[in-house]
């Protein structure tokens, strides 16, 4: 918030990179309003980077569950060494 009390606009990380990669586009876009030319190869971006997206959910899942299978079975031959060694 400025001093004044107006709202800041929120600049993204996306548009640092875009400002970064050609100004000018980022110009023609973010202050004269011009859409870009190449929205089909956008939208096919955006749909790559969602599918990628829930892979790496989908692998994070599986990573919790081995680790869970792990810890489980670590605590199964935990019991049973403590079980051999105590005797009948």
């Not at 973010?30 to 929205?39: I, L």
């Not at 994070?60 to 299978?69: F, K, N, P, T, Y």
Request: charged content about 15%; overall charge positive.
């Amino acid at each position: 918030m400025a001093r004044d009390g107006a709202l800041q606009p929120i600049i993204t990380a996306s548009q640092i990179n875009e400002h970064a990669f050609c100004a000018r586009s980022w110009w023609l876009s973010r202050v004269k309003g011009y859409a870009s030319a190449h929205w089909p190869q956008m939208a096919s971006g955006r749909q790559a980077h969602a599918t990628h997206g829930q892979l790496v959910a989908r692998s994070e899942a599986l990573r919790r569950g081995g680790v869970l299978i792990l810890v489980v079975a670590a605590l199964v031959v935990a019991l049973g060494i403590a079980s051999v060694l105590r005797g009948p």
